[in-house]
């Protein structure tokens, strides 16, 4: 794993995604879903996602791992602020979450995640790829199903680079349904 | 003045300065008679009960309770703590909230925001920035709302208030709103 990185104010220009589409359908197939997006909260998401389904819950975890870091806190105790019930989502966003944690509260996070999900559900992760400028992106879905990458220069996160297999393993018993790698390097997962 | 009710006049029609050809029809008389009234929960001022109001309020105090008011517009302020239930036209918080919100409009979560709870609206908007933990869903047309609210106020909430502004307070006329009584 890279060693933590922070950057400021990088651009990446937005793209034809190859998930977004097909996300777009399962999500109407479930108009009475429930989403769940870990943020950074984003309206052109939030948009996107209650147009198809019946409810999306936000809970912006980078918000409040930033917090976490400024205040000294624990960040192993950033999955706490996901008190939902079990099996209470069709769907979670999570973005680029994991790279910016490190071991351990990446794997207690993301299996109190799995948690939530329900029974056939899906998550939906969206990272940047090696040469990562670290950044923290909110992963703005336009009416047209592009992605606009948004720079959130108010949340300077450390990064911690995963190629896809530690994240498949991080993930596991969920299995990927589908993924991409752009030119840019930028990433897509869908995992089930 | 720490509780107030603003009336705002939109400016009226400007008149043309160009002379007119004498035959002429008349211009359009600038009748937009248009007010917005609004009250302010000032910094100051701590409310604890229902609000139920008829013009557009904005809180940059502190709120527990409900607000009821269908018709108009809901603000807190940057510096505004709401803990309440609102059922409004329009919702926008700036500042920090933690409830649920109905509205028959559009709910806007500003960047320097920081709200917990769910939001049902039919227009949503969350700008980057905000501090959210939130459930939203959209109101579809035609889905039911709560009957609109009596003509008068049934009840009267509690209230908490600062000594220094009770003073102040009771001079105030404050339209609709429960809290200036």
Same mark, same amino acid.
């Given at each position: 794993m890279a060693e933590p990185k922070t950057s400021a104010q990088p651009q990446i220009p937005a793209y034809a995604s190859r998930i977004i589409r097909p996300y777009a359908a399962w999500l109407e197939r479930r108009p009475e879903g429930h989403v769940l997006d870990v943020g950074p909260v984003c309206s052109d998401t939030i948009n996107f996602v209650i147009h198809r389904v019946r409810r999306v819950s936000v809970c912006d975890l980078f918000r409040r791992l930033k917090r976490a870091i400024d205040q000294a806190a624990f960040v192993s105790s950033l999955g706490d602020a996901l008190d939902y019930p079990a099996g209470s989502f069709d769907s979670i966003h999570l973005w680029d979450l994991v790279d910016r944690l490190e071991d351990e509260p990446a794997a207690h996070t993301v299996q109190r995640l799995r948690r939530l999900l329900k029974p056939g559900g899906t998550v939906l992760l969206i990272a940047g790829g090696e040469r990562s400028d670290g950044a923290v992106y909110a992963f703005a879905v336009r009416e047209n199903l592009e992605i606009a990458p948004r720079p959130q220069p108010h949340l300077l996160l450390p990064y911690h680079h995963r190629c896809n297999r530690d994240i498949m393993k991080l993930l596991e018993p969920l299995a990927p349904a589908e993924s991409f790698v752009y030119r840019s390097g930028m990433r897509e997962l869908r995992f089930r | 003045m720490m509780l107030r009710s603003n009336k705002t006049e939109h400016p009226a029609v400007e008149e043309t300065l160009a002379p007119q050809p /004498?035959?002429?029809? /008349? &211009? &359009?008389? /600038?009748?937009?008679?248009a007010h917005k009234e609004q009250t302010v929960i000032g910094e100051q001022i701590a409310v604890e009960g229902t609000i139920r109001a008829r013009e557009d309020l904005e809180i940059q105090g502190t709120m527990k309770g409900s607000i009821e008011m269908q018709q108009n517009k809901l603000t807190v302020g940057p510096r505004g703590t709401v803990e309440a239930d609102v059922n409004a036209q329009d919702v926008t918080v700036s500042g920090s909230m933690t409830g649920n919100i109905e509205c028959s409009g559009r709910a806007e979560i500003t960047g320097e925001a920081n709200f917990t709870g769910q939001i049902k609206a039919k227009r949503v908007c969350i700008e980057d920035g905000a501090f959210v933990k939130a459930t939203i869903e959209m109101l579809r047309d035609g889905e039911t709302k709560k009957p609109p609210m009596p003509s008068k106020p049934a009840e009267k909430p509690n209230q908490q208030q600062s000594p220094r502004d009770s003073k102040r307070e009771n001079q105030t006329p404050a339209g609709q709103t429960n809290a200036a009584k």
């Open positions: - | /004498p035959m002429r029809e /008349p &211009a &359009a008389s /600038p009748v937009d008679t």
